[in-house]
């Protein structure tokens, strides 16, 4: 069975940086499309960044040199370093996975955690 489960959401002030992380579990971490989304209210669901199984995919123009995307193939973890966060930036994101050598927002994803809440305040 595939689990996804991310935790390190937070309420912070614009300006500040928080650290999420997504234990994955029942796949192989190492080969598969690795990736963040987020969700604020009222909005569509838009990507974030994410991994492919041979390195750094990319990331949204939107959170480019704020956020970084790294992995622990050892933890079969992902994480997602925010910095110099924004209102903006206030959301539910998720960790997903999926399948294939694409993996870009549109990417096969197939497994999706339950989510984490970041609220930026200014």
């Known amino acids: 069975q595939v689990q996804l489960a991310e935790s390190g959401g937070d309420s912070v002030q614009s300006g500040g940086s928080l650290k999420l992380s997504c234990v994955v579990s029942g796949l192989p971490f190492a080969d598969y499309c690795l990736g963040w989304f987020r969700q604020a209210p009222g909005k569509e669901r838009e990507w974030v960044g994410s991994f492919s199984g041979i390195g750094l995919w990319g990331y949204a123009d939107s959170v480019k040199g704020r956020f970084t995307i790294s992995k622990d193939n050892a933890k079969n973890t992902l994480y997602l370093q925010m910095d110099d966060l924004k209102p903006e930036d206030t959301a539910m994101y998720y960790c997903?996975?999926?399948?294939?050598?694409?993996?870009?927002?549109?990417?096969?994803?197939?497994?999706w955690g339950q989510g984490t809440q970041v609220t930026v305040s200014l």
């Open positions: 997903a996975s999926g399948r294939g050598r694409y993996c870009g927002s549109d990417a096969n994803w197939s497994y």
